[in-house]
């Protein structure tokens, strides 16, 4: 039996068009980029023009792209440097963020005087805009605001224009972690006034160990990484060949078939979505789904029962991945953040339905088939 794969917020597979041209730097893009010879001058040239590439696609100049080993990596350097060389004193966030972005701001604030502060959210994990406002006010201290553009786990999604124009009224840096919706949204940093953004290709059909940074050329900071010169002085370590030009190349055809992919994408989560709600009793969705939330996550939140608690293990015994949540806990179920702090007395099970144009609207019955069979006390009498 073929299994179902709807864990896409977490990784996609790599597109074969991606693995062809990665394949053949891997055969003819040998010279280190760093060399004088044709070899290096030959993988160097390649680089650049997947620099370009990614450029062109979000509206960004060649020298502000910078590419490293994801979105991680990315947020990590973003928020550290910018304590360390921008003079960041106040850094506003909020308690859903990815855990590359808390766990580095945890960091910050027990080796370095920075405030951080976080931003009350609604129950469908949308913040507050005049709550945000009024901390801007303060501008006695210079303040970084970093706000993902769509969470992980639930969908929901920051009007990113609005957050920019806000964060450039007051003088604040905005850093949004986009790796979510790098090449699922248009974005085009040359209208909307962002400090730093970050992508990583595997969540966009690309290789995995690869993604890059957006820096504005305003804001330039010093190396995260140290070593020789590589990246523009701005990332020591020799490049990730074969990896760069299949990132440019997953983002090409992501902006490409961006429509279409979309199109098809939002009819399968609406089907699900119907579908459940038609046919199980007692079923949620958190975050949200009607509203300013990613076309291709859908947080499905059922009962508390025996059943529901082995939920994620019968699906995927049934052949069907899903996720309880961030699959960046080394395959440890350790509850969701996100969900504690939206709904931190719940005893709810949630699984996180995520969706890819490679699914087909006859997997997405299966699905709704299997969980009938694994749920029937749900099930609703036709």
Known sequence: MNRIFLDNAATTPIDEAVLSVMTTALRENFGN????????????AAIEQARKAVAHYIGASIGEIFF???????????????????GVQRVIS??????????????????TEVEIVMLSLDEKGRIDAQELE????????????????????????????????????YGAYFHSDTVQTMGYFPINVSKTRIG???????????????????????????????GGSQERNMRGGTENLHGIIGLAKALELAYENREKRQQKIQSLKTYLKEGLE??????????????????????VSFPASP????????????????????????????GSHVINALHPESSRKTIRFSFSYHNTLEEIKVVLAKLKEIMPELALVS
């Open 68 to 86: 490293t080993s994801g979105g991680t990596e990315s947020n990590n350097m973003v928020l550290k440097c910018a304590v360390r060389d921008l």
């Open 307 to 334: 059943k529901s608690d082995l939920l994620l293990l019968n699906l995927d015994i049934a052949g069907i991945s899903v996720s309880g949540g961030s699959a960046c806990s080394s395959g440890v179920d350790t």
């Open 196 to 226: 730093f953004l970050s992508g990583s290709a595997h969540k966009f059909y690309g290789p995995k160990g690869v993604g890059f940074i957006y820096i504005n050329s305003d804001n330039m900071i010093k190396p995260f990484v140290d």
């Open 94 to 111: 909020s308690p859903i963020e990815h855990h590359c972005v808390l766990h580095t701001l945890q960091t910050l604030q027990k080796t």
């Open 33 to 44: 980029p760093s060399s004088i010879h044709a070899e290096g001058r030959s993988s160097r």
């Open 278 to 299: 038609s046919n199980f009793g007692d079923i949620q969705f958190n975050g949200d789904p009607e509203g300013l939330s990613h076309y291709k996550v859908l947080s």
């Open 134 to 169: 009024q901390l801007l006010k303060d501008e006695s201290r210079k303040t970084m605001v970093s706000l993902m553009h769509s969470n992980n786990e639930i969908g929901t999604m920051i009007d990113l224009d609005a957050i920019a124009e806000l964060c450039e009224s």
